[in-house]
């Protein structure tokens, strides 16, 4: 048997990293079987559609690295691909449910359905259909029709029945169709219900697992007792645990600490580091290692090492991940993509500098960068002529014999024809020999003031990447705010 997994996102708004990692594990669990991966789009709920966001779905996998065989974009045996070109099929369908007597016309209003809702739950009960529509006869559904009333179509959900299965994640798992009540499946406007139409097209597009999110777990007794009134091979099913918030909440597509993919994209992540971060959502690959390549991943995937609890969002580890991958990636590379970020926010390279001088300054923050936008708060003051002093680099500067260190550095610096690293070094060693001082004495008040702050990167390469009018401007001023 080959392994045919799908993910069917719905065009209703940006790819949401939720789903990316319901859509990854299938991924990987097809691609370490040497199955198939589908792409479909179920765009069947119209009001909602989003024009563009099928592309930027299709765009977002790309970047993340996964290839489908079949897909809206690239077709495949099982075309149509998108719900809404698929509508005569299900209309076919749900023909055959009729003529066996398995579906129905359903003739009541949303105000009626709603009261007897109300009903239900005034009575203690929990709300289901009350089957009012159920067995009428062909005039009773004639005079319905002649007031005017437009029939969703149900499904008659068979009395007594236990539903099993033994999902792959969850295990051993039973429903009571007598807890169910007979569910629409065909709706007015002869667009689809989810139960119905994803039955349909899993079934047709012949896969062998259903990996999708728990949230799932209760529309499966519907969607059983579908494949079986149609007589259609039954998948496997696989519930994953949900994605929580660090409060250990179900995640939200509006939570503001975890963004859309095209957001980790525009903001200059390494694809890599986010398929690695989801993969870890709720999968353990055995033992302590965490950075795996997609291959690495692939080969040691099973959906035996799926947790059934809970997978937490940990924000703070995904910039650790991403940060590790950052780190690895050669410099011009990152260069490229921090240049992306300056074109986006419009801003040049100071006078007289290129792009040599770029990568430089850019291999000063790349040990500390999750992505390619924190190069800008990083690095503001080399694109800034003035630098804002912090609480602790006035602080220094305030010091016994720092605003000496600086006076000295000033003037060493404003006699040098030389702007290099190591001039910057030598200049260090004379004040040293002059003054007497050392470690950070010697090095801190410099740094404070040509700074504005007490810790960065390699001094001696900051000062050599600063326009040398820049650096000695920020001295002056900053002994002028210190008052000293």
């Not at 694809?271 to 692939?298: H, K, R, T, Y």
């Not at 040098?416 to 020999?433: G, H, L, P």
Request: proline fraction near 6%; charged fraction near 25%.
């Amino acid at each position: 048997m080959t392994v045919r997994v799908r993910y069917a996102p719905s065009p209703t708004g940006h790819l949401h990293i939720g789903g990316v990692r319901t859509a990854l594990f299938n991924y990987l669990f097809a691609k370490h079987h040497g199955g198939q991966f589908i792409l479909r789009s179920e765009d069947t709920d119209l009001e909602r559609n989003v024009p563009g966001a099928e592309q930027e779905i299709l765009e977002g996998f790309r970047w993340l690295g996964f290839r489908w065989e079949e897909g809206p974009d690239v077709g495949g045996p099982h075309a149509p691909y998108r719900c809404t070109d698929r509508l005569p099929i299900y209309r076919d369908y749900l023909k055959k449910l009729a003529d066996a007597g398995a579906a129905y016309p359903c003739y009541c209003t949303a105000e009626e359905l709603d009261a007897q809702r109300a009903e239900a739950l005034r009575l203690g009960q929990t709300p289901r259909y009350s089957g009012k529509c159920r067995d009428l006869t062909a005039d009773e559904r004639a005079a319905l029709e002649a007031e005017g009333r437009t029939a969703n179509w149900r499904f008659r959900v068979p009395e007594g029945v236990t539903l099993s299965l033994t999902d792959a994640v969850r295990g051993p798992v039973s429903f009571e169709s007598d807890d169910i009540g007979d569910f629409v499946i065909m709706k007015s406007n002869g667009l689809p219900t989810y139960n119905f139409q994803v039955v349909i097209d899993d079934a047709l597009m012949e896969i062998t697992h259903v990996i999708r999110g728990e949230e799932h777990l209760s529309n499966t007794p519907r969607q059983l007792l579908i494949y079986r009134a149609l007589g259609l091979a039954e998948p496997a099913f696989a519930h994953l645990p949900q994605v929580l918030d660090e409060t250990r909440k179900k995640l939200s597509k509006r939570d503001p600490n975890v963004l859309p993919v095209h957001a980790y994209r525009e903001a200059g992540y390494v694809p890599q580091a986010i398929v690695n971060f989801l993969a870890l959502l709720g999968w353990s690959p055995g033992g302590e290692e965490e950075i795996l390549s997609l291959e690495e991943i692939i080969a040691r995937f099973d959906l035996e090492r799926v947790n059934k609890s809970g997978a937490v969002f940990d924000v703070h580890k995904l910039r650790w991940m991403a940060n590790q991958y950052l780190k690895q990636l050669p410099l011009p590379a990152l260069t490229e993509m921090v240049r992306v970020q300056l074109q986006r926010q419009g801003i040049a390279l100071p006078d007289g500098r290129d792009d040599g001088w770029l990568e430089t300054v850019v291999g000063l923050y790349q040990e500390q960068m999750a992505c390619a936008a924190d190069f800008l708060p990083l690095a503001r003051g080399f694109f800034e002529r003035q630098a804002a002093l912090s609480a602790e680099a006035l602080a220094v500067l305030r010091e016994p014999g720092a605003a000496d260190v600086v006076r000295a550095y000033h003037t060493l610096a404003e006699a040098s024809d030389v702007w290099t690293a190591e001039a910057s070094r030598d200049r260090f060693n004379e004040i040293k020999k002059t003054l007497g001082v050392k470690g950070k004495a010697l090095f801190m008040p410099v740094r404070a003031a040509v700074t504005g702050e007490v810790h960065g990167p390699d001094l001696q390469m900051t000062i050599a990447c600063l326009p040398k009018a820049w650096v000695l401007e920020r001295m002056e001023a900053a002994l002028a705010q210190a008052g000293v």
